[in-house]
């Protein structure tokens, strides 16, 4: 247990199958949500008709309370709102929206075509807006209203060189959560989990070199730029999101919570070392 009680609550997260959303999806399973999780296709399964049967897939990825799969591409309306209408069909409610799905591999900005920047930004802003209007409208017809989490990043606080559409795209986010939370108050709370790099095989696969040795060498380089030593755990967002879901946190809203470790070392004592004075190892 994590010390969390989400009994009789129903939760969605979407992008759930894999790394961060997984965890998020196991955390509030084990807090005793029903718990869905939705993706464009299930985890792969050895299990012969796992096609048929997507939740078969699920049991390599979560070993207890799997939640419930829905296929769905979060960037399509008509999904959405079918997928939103199966969840009120099966539960009759909608507790908690952990808008998870994103990402965007590297990309230099000068040579970025149109459409690559256009799918960026309608995967990471535009996406994670329509889903959460829809799920607002199901949230604001229940007694207890609800609360809308979106996954955020550092790398919407500050420059993203290489990922210039993906950073552009969370800033929107973050101040939407602001928006937002005045808008759908105080029937729904809205807020915000910006981690810096979390280590999962899609986070840090883009960190690697050419061989396994080069990628490790490039992970103890970022790693020592962390205060905490380590990098981000999927956990440690799964932790913050049960925790601004919860009752605890029920004056957040609104609100951003920054998962960085202490954040970077300055460039400028990087580069004369200064750094090493106060630097510490776990």
Known sequence: MNGFDFSGKVVLVTGGTKGIGAAIAQAFGDAGATVYVCGRTPPASAAADSQTNPQEGLKAVFPENAPRFIAADVRDIDTIDAMLARIERETGRLDVLVNNAGGAPFALAAQASPRFTEAVIRLNLLAPLQLAQRANALMQQQAEGGVLLFIGSVSGLRASPGTAAYGAAKAGLL?????????????????????????????TSGHMGSSSADGAAALDNITATIPAGRLAKPGDIASACLFLASPHAAYASGSNLILEGGGEVPAFLAATDMHKAFATKP
């Open 175 to 203: 101040n939407a959560v602001r928006s937002l939370a005045v808008e759908w108050a105080p029937k729904v709370r809205v807020c915000a989990v910006s981690p810096s790099l979390v280590e999962t095989e899609a986070a």
